[in-house]
């Protein structure tokens, strides 16, 4: 089975960056569709961004061009850049593959 561990998480002030990494064990990387989900407090858990593996993107309609999602698939591995965050980002962001989720990674956007 698939396995997930995300990175990056953490503590930044409004209108700063992170920028997580999710690892993928295995050899079948590169046929998944890659995503990442977050769940805000009290709310259900919400599509963020997704490539394929023909390398469509898309994203969730709140993430107004500040985020970007890249794969790379030499080493198992997807990333999120996110840029201007907001307190309303903060959030357990979750990678997804293969029907499988990672444990999460929080990130807490506050001044």
């Known amino acids: 089975q698939v396995r997930l561990v995300e990175s990056g998480g953490g503590s930044v002030q409004p209108g700063g960056s992170l920028t997580l990494s999710c690892e993928v064990s295995g050899n079948r990387f590169s046929i998944y569709s890659m995503s990442w989900y977050r769940q805000i407090p009290g709310k259900e858990r919400e599509l963020v961004a997704l490539a394929t593996s023909g390398r469509m993107t898309m994203y969730g309609a709140f993430v107004k061009d500040r985020f970007h999602i890249s794969r790379d698939n030499a080493r198992n591995t997807v990333s999120l850049e996110m840029n201007d965050l907001t307190p309303e980002d903060t959030a357990v962001y979750y990678c997804?593959?293969?029907?499988?989720w990672g444990q999460g990674t929080q990130v807490i956007v506050s001044s």
């Open positions: 997804n593959a293969d029907d499988t």
